[in-house]
């Protein structure tokens, strides 16, 4: 069964570092791989995904990377922002179900 | 605007009073699936659907019923709520491996 770790559970940086998620999967045979942001008590906005076969996406600040032979994947911000403030999920889409087993979560904030 | 609507946000209902949680997506998506979030467990995939009538079990199925009568609606039935459904529940939308998940904002439901 897929596990999906995330490390650091909780990171506190001053504005505009640049800074690195890291996720790790147990199970190479993913589907795609997504990130997603969650500020508290609301709903899942998906950042960037990755297809099993691409290495990397962008967007605007973000960069995700996947290496699915060491079963990893991080998410690179770049100049951070007291807005980046929130828990960052990474998850890994099985190829059966297409269910999504997510880790349990960064909880990022970004001190003005 | 490409969306996932959940209804109602919030519900605070009795044991045993049945309710249902009503999920719809304007994307044309054919994979829709239910998920539950709670503290110390993250997000856990309740039941999902591959298509019209093609629904099947995810992780945490236990004292849930869907159906997908139609492509756009999943709605998540519980026909005789218990104090341990208490939780945040979301519905998701997939437009396959490059699209992803699209989440509605969720809904808070609490069994007293």
């Known amino acids: 069964k897929q596990e999906v770790t995330q490390i650091p559970a909780a990171l506190s940086v001053p504005e505009g570092e640049n800074l690195v998620l890291n996720c790790s999967f147990t199970d190479s045979a993913i589907y795609n791989l997504q990130w997603f942001r969650q500020d508290p008590g609301k709903g899942l906005t998906s950042l960037l995904l990755i297809q099993s076969s691409q290495r990397e996406q962008t967007s605007g600040r973000l960069n995700a990377s996947l290496d699915k032979s060491s079963g990893r994947s991080t998410l690179y911000i770049a100049a951070s922002q007291p807005g980046d403030s929130a828990t960052y999920l990474c998850?890994?889409?099985?190829?059966?179900?297409?269910?999504?087993?997510f880790g349990s979560g960064t909880r990022l904030q970004v001190q003005p | 605007e490409a969306q996932v609507t959940q209804n109602p946000r919030y519900l605070i209902t009795v044991t045993g009073k049945k309710l249902t949680v009503t999920c719809s997506q304007n994307m044309n998506h054919e994979y829709m699936s239910w998920y539950r979030q709670d503290p110390g467990l993250g997000l856990r995939q309740i039941y999902y659907s591959m298509n019209v009538e093609v629904t099947d079990k995810g992780d945490v199925p236990e004292g849930y019923k869907v159906s997908r009568k139609e492509k756009r609606n999943f709605p998540l039935i519980l026909e005789s709520p218990s104090p341990n459904q208490t939780s945040l529940y979301f519905c998701?939308?997939?437009?396959?491996?490059?699209?992803?998940?699209?989440f509605g904002s969720g809904t808070r439901l609490t069994v007293v």
């Open positions: 998850a890994a889409t099985d190829t059966g179900r297409r269910a999504l087993t």
């Open positions: 998701a939308s997939s437009g396959g491996q490059v699209y992803g998940y699209t």
